[in-house]
């Protein structure tokens, strides 16, 4: 199975990738660096969203690009990662969250515009996408079992909330979201969630906790704790790859688009 893997902060270039072959893949919205290779008997495409060094800030991330990339190279699947701060006190930092929810009201991409494929009147093959779970429910299970491998605790479920960038979230905001029920944030993953299931590709999310958001802790940690998780995570995110792709013969779409012919 041909599975596209896509990294936030702290993850520029993927280890454990036999055969790496990088490229630029040109689309529509824009040129992407891709790089294609395997994980044990899995085909990956992989891409970091910021770019190498982080040159892209969460709001010039080019989501259409990157997804329309990994399209074009074939994928059947997409594990997206991300380094996420706890709105919730029971997902701790250090722990990986499988999301099995969504908190993205705006549906905006970074440039303000409605995050959606289907941006003409009239556009053949245009329609709403309707889910229970906006994610895989076999690239959920396969992602929890493997992460019980990474020696990582894990949060088997959990909402995904998404929030504007580049500053972070005010403590105020983050009550609010907790009220929301979400179980952590961070700046990127929700138009790669809508877009992918747009076009119904299978999807999960996984989170790494690198420390609770504004408020959630009685005193903050000293930045220097962020960025030691945050350098910690591209090895975790690794291992609960190596152990989860391997495995995955097929994954289904979460939900279904209700289409409109013409």
């Not at 041909?2 to 270039?13: K, M, P």
């Not at 055969?19 to 040109?26: C, H, S, Y």
């Not at 952590?184 to 999960?204: C, D, F, I, N, R």
């Not at 939900?255 to 013409?262: C, E, K, L, M, P």
């Amino acid at each position: 199975m041909r599975v596209g893997v896509i990294t936030g902060s702290g993850s520029y270039a993927w280890p454990h990738v036999s055969g790496q072959v990088r490229r630029q893949v040109a689309t529509d919205h824009g040129t992407v660096t891709v790089t294609e290779g395997r994980v044990g008997e899995a085909e990956v495409v992989y891409l970091s969203r910021h770019g190498e060094g982080h040159h892209r800030l969460s709001h010039q991330v080019a989501h259409k690009a990157n997804l329309t990339a990994l399209l074009d190279c074939g994928v059947e699947a997409l594990v997206s990662l991300t380094v996420c701060g706890a709105a919730d006190p029971a997902a701790e930092p250090g722990s990986l969250i499988v999301f099995d929810d969504l908190h993205f009201p705006a549906n905006r991409l970074p440039d303000g515009g409605p995050c959606t494929w289907y941006d003409t009147p009239g556009e053949q093959g245009r329609g709403h996408w309707i889910f229970d779970s906006p994610f895989s429910g076999t690239l959920r299970r396969a992602l929890t079992e493997a992460a019980a491998h990474t020696g990582a605790p894990v949060l088997e479920r959990g909402t995904y909330g998404h929030v504007d960038g580049p500053r972070f979230n005010s403590r105020s905001e983050i009550r609010a979201l907790a009220q929301a029920g979400v179980t952590a944030v961070s700046q990127t993953a929700g138009p790669e969630v809508v877009l992918a299931g747009e076009k119904e590709l299978p999807m999960a999310l996984v989170g790494f906790v690198t420390d609770y958001a504004n408020g959630v802790a009685a005193e903050p940690e000293p930045v220097e704790a962020l960025l030691e998780r945050m350098a910690a995570s591209t090895g975790i995110f690794a291992s609960l790859a190596g152990h989860a792709l391997p495995r995955l013969e097929c994954a289904e779409a979460a939900g279904f688009v209700y289409r409109f012919g013409s």
